[in-house]
DNA sequence: GTGAAAGCGCTAACAG
DNA sequence: CTGTTAGCGCTTTCAC
């Protein structure tokens, strides 16, 4: 096969000399002849002279317009196929004094699993509505961010839909006012009013720990990265108040929120563990997080219960599932997120909106019911048989 | 929190209006008064008015060109300060005759994680060299993908990366003609000659096969999805390869390669396990196919060997983990072909190139030697313990 | 039905 | 050091 597709790819049409690019500004290098374009696209008017009407009726039969002779319209339709035209959005867009159809999608990383599928949704529902879509990314860093939205705003682009880095980000406000659609999604936007779609990660957390401290579990450890993201933040929060409600004391040597990190959060989990007084369950703040956990987990011999994070792909196929899996839910997320921009697209005024939406569990697995007699249980107390479960 | 969080927003600068586009046309609405944009952005014009100098010295202030007295020049950067001045980067793409500085990456579909994992890459490379990246998902449907190339191709990119839906795309032989640069990856580009990076996936199927031919199995059986896909059809052509070479006559009863989704895969995988004369391997040819082999398997009760393709996330935390993982390394493809296109991009002229990686093997799982003997073994006999492995 | 002229927001020569 | 004049590729008046 090797060589089946080295022959396909060698036959084909010879490669037709590159591109009319040169040097590193990337300047075209255009040698006008005879007022039509040696190299570089055909212009509209090279259409028209070709077709030997004016430019005006050239554009009427490029853009569809009616008033134009059947006859002469096809002349015009010839040229441009024969001459491969392509008509210049950005020059269009100028002229037009239109908006450029473009939203800009300011995102932590694509790789990550979560917000691909996030920024997947908003690009097809944009896509629908004949909006190209650019992509940008800041990799929680709040400096980039900014760039990144710079350069997408040079570029005009109708809106920007942000999952955004911490920091302030009231740089965005001059846009705004200069009429630029921006929607934040997953994480609110600091420093600015804007339309936003979250999901309450503090009940989200709140209501998994929760969940665990019905099921008997008094030794409860929560695990984050060290960031200051506003979701991670949250859920930390949400576990403080659900042992508080629940009138627990939080033993600190069960809390580790700035793990630097995934490697760190396997080691701290290992430590738990191992020492006298270990946790039942845990709470991780974050899919790669909770992915340590299970990693420690194994390591040590034991299944305790576990609450997770968007861990989107198949939980109940992991070795040991998570008992609880709260997933914000990309999809209805970047759809939320994309439909508020297509309304303030369409015109819609008004102040900034705000959609929270509750979170998702499932359970891949029962919870470990732990008796209520007795306090200091230990991890090896709680011991699950991980090849028991089965899925349906 | 809840209410932190609703505090926090609606304490914020109050909205100021919403967007200046009315109406589904995005029409702007810009009323003109006394020659300065009342709303819309401030244009140069408007800056230099502002500062009392002439279009050509706020454009060499606002472009960092030298030659301007620095009173002159900070007066240029109040006025653009206080106006909220954006350069157009449309306009002047237009007005320097230069590029765009945007590449589009034409993929299938961005919620794939690998997909994603690869246009990061791609992204990131690009960003490096400030070309914004504009993305278009086809869905593998050839019409979409001729669609999205011809917008991306009239917003001007300098060059298309492009993950191929199946099919001919000798519609883009014209705009390679006009400059256009295009670098196929992970799969080839049908009907033109252009820089392609791929996987040799042949091969990767035959290696992973011939593994578990040597481990000793003979009844190995095969499963795709009813795809034309180039990456899915060589897959399996290596598993015939394979078979051939081991002098291993291939029973049609194990070979499915036309599963409509996974979830018949997953039904496939379950009647060839309950056949009187069940397979003892597996290959799977894509990452969801074999997580529903897995599914199968685990309502059978059986473990038997596994090769699968692209289990990015973590194969060896599965509950069977595969004892063959073929990667094709979403970011070295999308490495090599941001840098491809930066070459070209460079200047380079010549032949269309060709890269065909070797595939990357991982064994989250050693596999089960099956004696020699006989050859008409159960799957029961294959059977192995999911819980006896442990990882690193 | 068709076309000429002006201009979108900017840069590119040239002059002063 | 600064300004003037063209024009990028297209759309938009408005006239023929």
Redo the contacts between chains.
Sequence with gaps: ??LR??Q???T?????????????????C?LRSGGVSR????TLADVAAKAGVSLKTASRVINGEYGVAPATASRVQDAARDL?F??????R??AS??????VGLVIP?????F???L???V??NL?ARDL??????HGDDPERQRRQS???????V??LVVVSAPGDA?YL?????????VVAVDR?L?????D?V?V?N??AARLGVDGMIKAGHRRIAALSLDSELWTLT?RI??YHHAMEQAGIAVDPALVRSHCADVAEARAVMATMLAADDPPTAVLAAKGGVG?AA??AM??AGVVLDLTVFDEV??PD???IPPSTVVESGPVRLGAAAASMVLE?????????R?I?LAPLFEHPRPLTQVPPTGSDRTARGARA???AR??A
Excluded at 173 to 181: A, F, K, R, S, Y
Excluded at 190 to 194: C, R
């Design positions: 096969m090797r597709f080295r396909r790819c060698l084909a049409l010879s490669f037709t000399g590159g591109s009319d690019l040169a040097g590193p500004a990337f300047r075209r255009r190299r570089g696209r055909p491969g392509r008509p210049n959005h950005l020059a867009t100028l004094r239109r908006t450029s159809a473009a990383d694509l790789s990550d699993p917000i691909a599928a920024a997947a949704e690009e097809q896509a190209q879509f650019m992509s940008a990314s710079r350069a997408l705003v040079e570029r005009r109708d809106a009231s406000q001059p846009e705004i006012d200069h009429g630029l659609v609110p600091d420093g600015v009013a804007v936003t979250v309450d503090e009940k949250e929060r949400g992915r299970i990693r194994l390591d792909a198949d196929l992991l070795v303030r697209l369409d015109g819609l005024h008004g102040p900034a705000e929270v048989n991980a090849t089965r899925t």
